[in-house]
């Protein structure tokens, strides 16, 4: 989270919200997100709910939960999803902001501007 956050002022200028989901119930997971002060959305997802909904991978002889990442546009499609082999398997900020001007659509943008949003 270290690498989202060094990235956050990015995320800000490129109109993008970072939610981070947990494997964690809600005491541990908000008490970590206290402790550390994290910039972004946390939700907790004990029950894996959005693991499923969303395909991230549980290998219980590499620490659990695989890294995922999805950038879900505005209307809530998923237009880009990356899964890592490994807990080292992150993409870096900078992929990480080219997947997201890949699937930015600038009428979008042009909307945005005209509904004040």
Known sequence: MAQLRQGQSEFEKS???????GPEKADAF???????????????DPA????KLYGQEVK?????RMPAQALVDK????RFAYYGHD?????????????IASISDPEDSD???KEGT
Do not use: C, K
Not at 75 to 78: L, Q
């Open 75 to 78: 209307r809530g499609i998923v």
């Open 15 to 21: 109109q993008t919200t970072v939610v981070v989901v």
């Open 30 to 44: 908000t008490a970590y997100w206290n402790e550390n002060d994290l910039p972004f959305i946390g939700l907790p």
């Open 48 to 51: 894996h709910t959005i693991l």
């Open 87 to 99: 807990m080292s398997d992150i993409p870096t900020i900078q992929d990480t902001l080219e997947a």
């Open 60 to 64: 219980l002889f590499r620490l659990g």
């Open 111 to 113: 909307r945005d501007r």
